[in-house]
């Protein structure tokens, strides 16, 4: 049992301490200017008893060495949302003509983005550490009690 909470710990934890990295990443991005192009809500809904989702499209262009790309990229991974508010002041924040700041991937110029993902995991790694150390505690006293004299002597015994 406690290796399993060990394992299934230190897979959370990687989980999470990967998706920190991966917002602190595009922190270092470069952040250049870019002009909003269009700016949209697209309302989906997967089947006709599910709940409807709204994404919000931004279009944008920014100039990379030279060259001007475009982006329709927010975040590193856009979501959807429940909430049809929410995704109107997203929309609303980044409309048409704009100016604002893109930061852009130096290895791949072509992807970009407009804010970065939230430093939350790294805050969050604490929890599966729990689990991580609770299992290892677990696997040390159950090492421990088959080393004690007591434990050897029953195990010698013969059984009736």
């Given amino acids: 049992m406690g ?7 230190t897979v959370f934890t990687m989980v999470l301490w990967k998706a920190w ?3 602190e990443e595009t ?3 470069t952040g250049v200017p870019c002009k909003v192009l269009s700016s949209q809500i697209k309302s989906e809904q997967a089947s006709r008893h599910s709940p409807v989702k709204h994404r919000v499209i931004v ?3 920014y100039s ?20 049809l508010s929410v995704a109107e002041e997203l929309r609303e ?7 604002t700041v893109c930061f852009v991937n130096p290895a791949d110029p072509s992807f970009a983005i407009l804010e970065h993902d939230t430093r939350a995991a790294l805050y969050s790694i604490w929890f599966p550490l ?3 150390f609770g299992g290892l505690r677990m696997m040390w006293s159950a090492i ?8 050897s002597a029953l195990q010698a015994a013969p059984r009736r």
């Fill in 3 to 9: 290796l399993m909470l060990a394992v299934a710990g």
């Fill in 21 to 23: 990295q991966r917002a």
């Fill in 27 to 29: 922190r270092g991005w």
């Fill in 59 to 61: 279009r944008y262009e």
């Fill in 64 to 83: 990379w060495q030279g060259s001007t790309l475009t982006s329709e990229r927010i975040r590193r991974v856009d979501g959807v949302k429940s909430d």
């Fill in 93 to 99: 924040r980044y409309a048409r003509g704009q100016q």
């Fill in 130 to 132: 729990l689990f991580v």
């Fill in 144 to 151: 421990k009690a088959r080393s004690t004299p007591l434990a």
